[in-house]
């Protein structure tokens, strides 16, 4: 009686910490409908790609690791403040490291130190 207690209670523990999960990565995606192109909008596409990594979907992870990337390069052409700079390139390093950190629990370990 007492190991079906704990597995009922490990089964609900999961499945509530799933749902809350993509309840998260759910209210982050409408987030990047409203954000302007600003570091915002790439702190969203960070903690994106890191939540993707976090349940195991690596190509969705990649993806907003790949668009904050993107928009960090367009951020940088535009802008000469250097506080922005600053904290667009902290951001564009986030993303590189989201990658790194994909492929590593890929296991494309070379791919990864890249």
């Known amino acids: ?12 523990f999961f ?7 993509n309840t998260k990565l759910d209210s982050l995606r409408l987030l990047l409908k409203t954000d302007k192109p600003d570091t915002n909008k790439l ?8 939540g993707y990594n976090g349940i195991g979907s690596y190509d ?23 506080k922005i700079n600053q904290t667009t390139k902290k951001y564009e390093a986030a993303a ?3 990658i790194g950190n994909v492929n590593s629990n890929k296991g494309n370990y070379t791919e990864a130190l890249k």
Not at 1 to 12: D, E, G, P, R
Not at 60 to 82: G, H, P, R
Request: charged share 15%; hydrophobic share 50%; aromatic share 18%.
């Open 60 to 82: 969705s992870a990649v993806f907003f690791a790949n668009a904050a990337l993107q928009l960090s390069n367009e951020i940088l052409k535009e802008t000469k403040d250097q």
């Open 15 to 21: 499945n509530t910490f799933s749902f809350s999960q």
């Open 43 to 50: 702190f969203h596409l960070n903690k994106l790609s890191r």
């Open 96 to 98: 590189f490291n989201n």
């Open 1 to 12: 009686m007492k190991k079906l207690f704990i597995l009922n209670f490990l089964f609900f």
